[in-house]
């Protein structure tokens, strides 16, 4: 099984400022094959990224995905007040599907 | 527009039987996507239970150790899932959602969530 470790945990930062969260894997990701999702309390999980760096349909262009093999990131280039929220990574080519544990944006 | 409806009983006793339907509109579940169930608690996160396909096919996640089962209802367009033996430990929101399949196994749509409490 892969797992996923995301960081930072918290990440406290005022509107308009850069984020990036991090999201290693145990082992590599086989044709980066790892998506994004953002999660606000009471929500399901909505779809950002996938295959580490495809906006899905109507994400803003603020948000950013990058990394290969076992390292990924998301970044939001200027955060806007609804970006505060919980952000998650799957990997999603390996059986079982597993997510990291979340981190949560913010306002500082 | 694709919506996913999840129902069933908020309280299950230990040792008894979950049972959830997940109601699928504004696409056919025998229409190529895959149809999943995750669940989600404050202990352990965001957690895949599993995965079907109209043809029959279906994937678990094995630290549910044959615990639970996926069917599709062809004629009413929704898909289930039964959990046996349940324990505290699966007290959690449970979400339908679906997946594009081949190499595309994210998922792009999601249930609202149903909050199961295991309980005596």
């Known amino acids: 099984e892969i797992v996923l470790t995301q960081s930072p945990g918290t990440l406290s930062l005022s509107p308009g400022a850069r984020a990036t969260l991090s999201c290693r894997a145990s082992q590599r990701v086989m044709n980066n094959h790892l998506a994004w999702y953002q999660q606000k309390p009471g929500q399901p999980p909505r779809l950002l990224i996938y295959a580490a760096s495809n906006r899905a349909t109507g994400v803003p262009d603020r948000f950013s995905g990058s990394g290969s093999g076992t390292d990924f990131s998301l970044t939001i280039s200027s955060l806007e007040p609804e970006d505060f929220a919980v952000y998650f990574c799957?990997?999603?080519?390996?059986?079982?599907?597993?997510f990291g544990q979340g981190s949560k944006v913010e306002v500082k | 527009q694709v919506q996913l409806q999840e129902s069933g009983p908020g309280l299950v006793k230990p040792s008894g039987t979950l049972s959830l339907t997940c109601v699928v509109s504004?696409?056919?579940?025998?229409?190529?996507?895959?149809w999943s169930w995750v669940r989600q608690s404050p202990g352990k996160g965001l957690e895949w239970i599993g995965e079907?396909?109209?043809?029959?096919?279906?994937n678990y996640n094995p630290s549910l150790k044959s615990r639970a089962t996926i069917t599709l209802d062809k004629s009413r367009n929704h898909l289930s899932l039964i959990l046996t033996s349940v324990t505290a430990a699966d007290t959690a929101v449970y979400y339908c959602?679906?997946?594009?399949?081949?190499?595309?196994?994210?998922?792009?749509?999601w249930g609202q969530g149903h909050l199961v409490t295991v309980s005596s």
């Open positions: 079907t396909y109209h043809t029959g096919t279906f």
């Open positions: 959602a679906r997946s594009l399949g081949f190499l595309e196994w994210f998922w792009d749509y």
């Open positions: 799957l990997q999603y080519i390996s059986l079982p599907r597993t």
């Open positions: 504004g696409d056919s579940i025998t229409s190529g996507h895959w």
